[in-house]
Structure formats: structure tokens, C-alpha cells
């Protein structure tokens, strides 16, 4: 009876045609698998012909650093799982992209610096190793703005050049996460993992038409994630489609002894909640401080104020006037000096693998001279800035400056009784590559990254002939990812606002 069933369910795969990987979903993936129309063999396969076609050669992307050589052999073994004992998890054959500060034991880790092209993890991060746990499987490691000091382009010294843009190959992907973005909006693998310390994970999505999620602090945790800024550092999921993103999320979110500011992480874990009517009866603010400035691209107001209207139309109440009190004085609050960061968190990394690295100091970087020509100026000043520890003044007027800046949050959602605030994630269209003076527009550095409140971008439509993607974030209360997934699921269904990029198109062959 049971090999009937099979051969139905492969007679049906035939009829249907073959798996097309081109914007396709995990819940289509496994419901493939089910049907028997899919292996993971023939999932990976698809991508790998995508990348061959379109990375190097064709758009020539220039978005991945490195693919995994044992792929093949990997899905095989995932099939053979499949035909035993069905998926490993909720991620199985996931093919993922994950940006290259994030540490796999079986791949390199170079943080886009040269200096590390060698560098292999002796284990892999907290997330990579839930999402392993789970199933998936890490097609590749991606482009990145080199030690993610750039949310503005996406150039290492690892991989020689920049990475483009898949809707403008003119344009930049954002950074520092933008190889991950150009990969998975390219359909290059189904889903992504990158980091945010300002921007990194909207920003690009933004630009990309993309889902990223900027969690909660705390919530992920940043074990086995070569650090920026500790204090604002964040790592998480990169995706076309929300409920991707909530998928990924749930996988890598809870508690990891080895990253302390997850211990609350396992009482607040995210929940794969979707419902279309989410946005019925909720309440929106819009964030005016966070995009309102004389260079704000008037195409970019446009196309938001038309986002602002598919809200309505989707149910919420829009409170256009809902300031922040007291917002421009907290803005000038004189600063004591860095807290720790990049100075104090950087050797302290590497020290703790001193054994793997080659160097462990940022005076040791600098005398190496493997790394990027436009970071020596960023890296002198790391070296010659002040290390404050966190019982250092600087820290403790930090510490109370983001209290006083979360309180302030808080206080005006209290006060309008929103569900979230929402606004550009970008005042300006992409940039050019290679340019760096018209003005970027850059709106995610402040708002999440200081209160540590969790943050979502999605896409709202297009600029410039209707050809450069435009986001939205959704910025909501600590601890809320479940509902403010719920709003932005509502916002996407009602919408669908994200289309593949022109430049890589389905290929003409593909794989069961």
C-alpha cells in the first residue's frame, strides 16, 4: 500500500511539473518533499546552478565568499534521513546563507578581512548550530562589509570588489550584511543569516526587497559572531517572505550560557503566529524623527505615505503625529565617550581563540596590511582610542543614557497606545557604487540599536522608475517579536509588494 502512495505522489510531482526554487517558500520546499516532487539533493542542486549562473558569471553578483564543497553531499545525507525517520526539524534542507563573521566549523570565517581568510572556528556559532540542529544546511558564507564597519556598501578584502545590487547592478546592497542580501534576493538559497549593529540586517533587506529581523537584545545570542559593538550587536534572519523570517527566528532564538544577556531568552521565546488580520485593530505611530530630514528623497516620502494607506486599508488606525517627548534633548545628552566596542571587544575575541588566529591585537592587524585600503584610517583610530571596560565612566553614562532613551520610547507608545511605530528604513533610494557624498539616508542606526527594542523591515514598494526596492520598519516593545511578526505578516499579504530582481532570472534548467 505504502509504495502505491509513493508512486502516486511522484505521478503527481510530474503532473505539477518541476520544483521551481525561484521565490519559493520552506513551507513549499517541505510540502514538496512530502509529495515526493523535491530532494533536498535536487534542491541544492538548483541553487548551485543559480550561483554558478549569476555570482561570478552573468550579473556577476560578487556576493558569496565561499561555497560549501560538501553541499552534495550533505543534501544526499539529508535525504536519506528524510526516507528513514522524515525531516530532522523544522529546518530541514533549509540551504542557508550565512554572512561571514558568523563561525562555522567546517567553513572559513574571515570577517571579510584577509587577515583571516584562513581562519576556521573549531565550532559554530550558537544560531548556525540551532539551525544545524533543525535541519538546515549552510549552502555558503557571504559578503560583508569588512569587519561590518560600513552600513553604506558591501566591500571586503577577501573577495576583490563590490557586491551588487540584483535589482540595479549599478547600485549598492547596503551593508554590512549585504552579500546576504544580494544572495538570497537573487534566490541564490532559500534564507539568510546576518548581523546588525546599526543597520545591517534592514538596511540591505530594505534595499533588496527583503524581510530582516533585528531581535530583541537578547533574545539571539552573539556567541561564535566576530563582535563590532557588543552593546548593540545582533544577529538574525534575512529572508524573502515574513514567514521565513519567523520560522528562522524561532529556530535560532534562547538562552546560550555562553552569551549572558540571553539568559531571559527562553521565557520570551518567538512564536510562528501568522494571521493575515493582524492588522485590524491595531494602532501604528509614525516615527517622524527617525526619517524626517531636508535630504529625505521625495520619492521615498511617496511611496511611504502609500504604505501608510495600505495600512488603513488593512485595518490599523496611522497616528501620524506621535513625537517622542523630549527626543532632541535626549539626541544632544553630552556622551562621557565610547563603552567599550570595537577597542575592547575585538582582542577580547580573539584572544579567547587565540590558539586558531593568527593575530590578536589590532596593532597586529594594522602591521599585517591584509586588509582594505578604506578601513586603515577606522582601524588607527580603534587602536588609538580609549578601551573603557564596563565598570569604566563612559559605560556608566551609557548605561543610563539608554535607559533614559528607552524610558522615552516607551513613555510616547504608552501615551499613543501604539502597537508599533513604522517609517522608512531608508530617506534615500541606494546609492551608487562608489559613492559615498550624496546623502545615504541611513534611518536604523538610532532607534533599535540604543533601546535594544526589536525591529522588523519589510517591503513597501519601489523608487526610480519603480526599480529600486524601498522598506519599511516596524519598531516595537521589547520582547514582542510574536505580535510585530503578526504586523507585518498582515502588512505583506495585503500587499505583496516584493518581486524578484530582473537580473537573475529562472534558469532554463532544472532538477526534481
Not at 580603534?382 to 571596560?389: F, H, I, L
Request: aromatic residues 6%; proline residues 7%; positive net charge.
Amino acid at each position: 500500500m505504502r509504495f502505491l502512495v509513493a508512486l502516486f505522489a511522484v505521478a503527481v510531482g510530474h503532473a505539477q511539473g518541476p520544483f521551481r526554487v525561484e521565490e519559493t517558500t520552506i513551507a513549499e520546499v517541505h510540502a514538496a518533499f512530502r509529495a515526493k516532487r523535491l530532494t533536498c539533493q535536487g534542491l541544492v542542486e538548483s541553487y548551485l546552478d543559480r550561483i554558478a549562473a549569476y555570482d561570478q558569471q552573468g550579473p556577476a553578483l560578487n556576493s558569496l565568499v565561499v561555497v560549501n564543497p560538501r553541499a552534495r553531499e550533505e543534501a544526499r545525507a539529508l535525504d536519506v534521513r528524510y526516507e528513514r525517520s522524515g525531516p530532522v526539524g523544522s529546518l530541514h534542507c533549509v540551504p542557508l546563507l550565512v554572512k561571514d563573521n558568523i563561525e562555522t566549523a567546517d567553513l572559513p570565517t574571515s570577517n571579510g578581512a584577509l587577515v583571516f581568510a584562513r581562519y576556521q572556528a573549531a565550532r559554530d556559532a550558537f544560531l548556525v548550530a540551532r539551525a544545524r540542529q533543525a535541519g538546515a544546511l549552510i549552502l555558503a558564507k557571504t559578503s560583508m562589509a569588512e569587519w561590518a564597519f560600513s552600513p553604506y556598501e558591501t566591500v571586503n578584502s577577501v573577495l576583490p570588489g563590490y557586491t551588487k545590487n540584483p535589482y540595479a547592478l549599478d547600485r549598492v546592497t547596503a551593508g554590512s550584511s549585504g552579500g546576504t542580501a544580494a544572495a538570497v534576493a537573487a534566490n541564490l538559497g532559500l534564507a539568510g543569516l546576518g548581523t546588525d549593529t546599526g543597520n545591517s540586517i534592514r538596511g540591505p533587506s530594505s534595499h533588496q526587497a527583503l524581510v530582516g529581523i533585528r531581535s530583541t537584545m537578547g533574545l539571539t545570542s552573539r556567541a561564535g559572531v566576530f563582535p563590532l559593538v557588543l552593546l548593540a550587536d545582533i544577529a538574525g534572519p534575512i529572508t524573502r517572505t515574513v514567514e521565513d523570517a519567523a520560522r528562522i527566528l524561532a529556530v535560532v532564538a534562547g538562552s546560550d550560557p555562553e552569551d549572558p544577556v540571553t539568559a531571559a531568552a527562553d521565557q520570551q521565546l518567538p512564536r510562528v503566529e501568522l494571521n493575515a488580520r493582524a492588522l485590524r485593530g491595531a494602532t501604528v505611530g509614525v516615527l517622524r524623527e527617525a526619517y524626517v530630514r531636508d535630504s529625505t528623497d521625495a520619492e521615498v516620502v511617496s511611496v511611504f505615505t502609500r504604505a501608510l494607506a495600505e495600512l488603513r486599508r488593512a485595518g490599523a488606525t496611522v497616528v501620524e503625529v506621535a513625537p517622542i517627548g523630549g527626543f532632541a534633548e535626549l539626541r544632544r545628552d553630552p556622551q562621557a565617550g565610547p563603552c567599550m566596542g570595537f577597542s575592547y571587544d575585538l582582542p577580547r575575541f580573539l584572544a579567547a581563540r587565540a590558539a586558531r588566529m593568527p593575530v590578536r591585537t589590532i596593532g597586529e592587524i594594522l602591521r599585517s596590511n591584509q586588509f582594505h585600503p578604506n578601513v586603515q584610517r577606522r582601524l588607527e583610530m580603534a587602536e588609538r582610542g580609549p578601551v573603557n571596560g564596563p565598570e569604566s565612566a563612559a559605560c556608566r553614562a551609557d548605561t543610563a543614557y539608554r535607559e533614559r532613551f528607552r524610558g522615552a520610547v516607551l513613555e510616547a507608545m504608552e501615551r499613543y497606545r501604539l502597537d508599533a511605530y513604522v517609517y522608512p528604513t531608508w530617506s534615500n533610494p541606494p546609492r551608487r557604487i562608489g559613492d559615498l557624498n550624496t546623502p545615504h539616508g541611513d534611518n536604523s542606526q538610532v532607534f533599535s540599536p540604543t533601546t535594544g527594542f526589536p525591529a522588523i523591515n519589510v517591503p513597501i514598494g519601489y523608487t526610480r522608475g519603480n526599480q529600486l526596492p524601498l522598506g519599511m520598519t516596524m519598531l516595537g516593545r521589547p520582547w514582542s517579536e510574536t505580535a510585530l511578526i503578526g504586523l507585518a505578516y498582515a502588512y505583506e499579504q495585503a500587499t505583496h509588494h516584493r518581486r524578484p530582481p530582473a537580473s537573475t532570472p529562472p534558469l532554463g534548467k532544472r532538477r526534481r
